[in-house]
T-cell receptor, first 113, second 110 residues
Framework: DVKVTQSSRYLVKRTGEKVFLECVQD?????MFWYRQDPGLGLRLIYF???????EKGDIPEGYSVSREKKERFSLILESASTNQTSMYLC????????????FGAGTRLSVL | KNEVEQSPQNLTAQEGEFITINCSYS?????LHWLQQHPGGGIVSLFM???GKKKHGRLIATINIQEKHSSLHITASHPRDSAVYIC????????????FGKGTKLSVKP
């Protein structure tokens, strides 16, 4: 079974802190994705990566950066957390092929106070 | 206008009822996905389809490419089916990116 593991289920941070969200997948998938999910807005793509050290902006990249130094690990970084970044963050991975199934992690619920 | 529209937004059913959730899209797609999200967050892929119909247990997904419409049916619904159901489409050339609908929250009462 594909496993996508996010490092934390719940996280509470202060405004201005630097926050790292980690995601690891064990199926040698090329693609990895970071989404945020907010009530009434659905899933929105922040960044994705289709290979090591490669990244592409999604729909809402502002205030975020990412790092993919190894194929299995994709990190989301909030350089200076703000209250409007309080949200559920979901990581996913998939094979490179267009249309392929994405496998999701359990999510990290981040609260920025 | 959103590229992927789902209806209804919320749905309450009695146990045993037949349920239909609809998804319409306005872009050319390579595949359509139905996903399930239980309270607590985790998202699971139910179906990926590009034509016709797929069935898994009590779940059936259909797609009409000409009408740009898909339906997810649940037969003999059960309280454990209570979840958010999300429709998403793969757009050709987008390297696996998905465009998501806003989801349908289903509650099945015993």
């Amino acid at each position: 079974d594909v496993k996508v593991t996010q490092s934390s289920r719940y996280l509470v941070k202060r405004t201005g802190e630097k926050v790292f969200l980690e995601c690891v997948q064990d199926m040698d998938h090329e693609n990895m994705f970071w989404y945020r999910q907010d009530p009434g807005l659905g899933l929105r793509l922040i960044y994705f990566s289709y290979d090591v050290k490669m990244k592409e902006k999604g729909d809402i990249p502002e205030g975020y950066s990412v790092s993919r130094e190894k194929k299995e690990r994709f990190s989301l970084i909030l350089e200076s957390a703000s209250t409007n970044q309080t949200s559920m963050y979901l990581c996913a991975s998939s094979l490179w092929t267009v249309g392929n199934i994405q496998y999701f992690g359990a999510g990290t619920r981040l609260s920025v106070l | 206008k959103n590229e992927v529209e789902q209806s209804p937004q919320n749905l309450t059913a009695q146990e045993g009822e037949f349920i239909t959730i609809n998804c319409s899209y306005s872009v050319g797609i390579s595949a359509l996905h139905w996903l399930q999200q239980h309270p607590g967050g985790g998202i699971v892929s139910l179906f990926m389809l590009s034509s016709g119909k797929k069935k898994h247990g009590r779940l059936i997904a259909t797609i009409n490419i000409q009408e740009k419409h898909s339906s997810l049916h649940i037969t003999a619904s059960h309280p454990r089916d209570s979840a958010v159901y999300i429709c998403a489409v793969s757009v050709g050339g987008s390297q696996g990116n998905l465009i998501f609908g806003k989801g349908t929250k289903l509650s099945v009462k015993p």
